[in-house]
């Protein structure tokens, strides 16, 4: 069974840090890209980050950029994403999704339950 949980959201306030994990299982980790979507409320689903786990390259939105990392631990089969210097704004739940092409530009197949994220002013 493919499958991917997150854990790590949370309430936190602006200004803190949170760590998010995308757990993965049922298919080969290496062959996938692994991006993060969250989508606030009223609003679109956006990605706003991903990583390759063939090559390692990774993507960001200038939203998150210099705030946001995200790194893979392959032998965990886990993505991380760590989250500094949270804004209200970045209020939303938080889901990760896998791309069979390991390439952060093409279709997102596999997706998490989410985790919320809240970040108090």
């Known amino acids: 069974e493919v499958q991917l949980v997150e854990s790590g959201g949370g309430l936190v306030q602006a200004g803190g840090s949170l760590r998010l994990s995308c757990a993965a299982s049922?298919?080969?980790?290496?062959?996938?890209?692994i991006g993060w979507f969250r989508q606030a409320p009223g609003k679109e689903r956006e990605v706003f980050s991903c990583i390759s786990l063939s090559d390692g390259s990774t993507y960001y939105s200038d939203s998150v950029k210099g705030r946001f990392t995200i790194s893979s631990d392959n032998a965990k089969n886990t993505v991380y994403l760590q989250m500094n210097s949270l804004k209200p704004e970045d209020t939303a739940i938080y889901y990760c999704?896998?791309?069979?092409?390991?390439?952060?530009?093409?279709?997102?197949?596999?997706w998490g339950q989410g985790t919320q994220v809240t970040v108090s002013s």
């Open positions: 999704a896998g791309e069979p092409m390991s390439s952060c530009a093409e279709e997102y197949v596999y």
């Open positions: 049922g298919f080969t980790f290496e062959d996938y890209a």
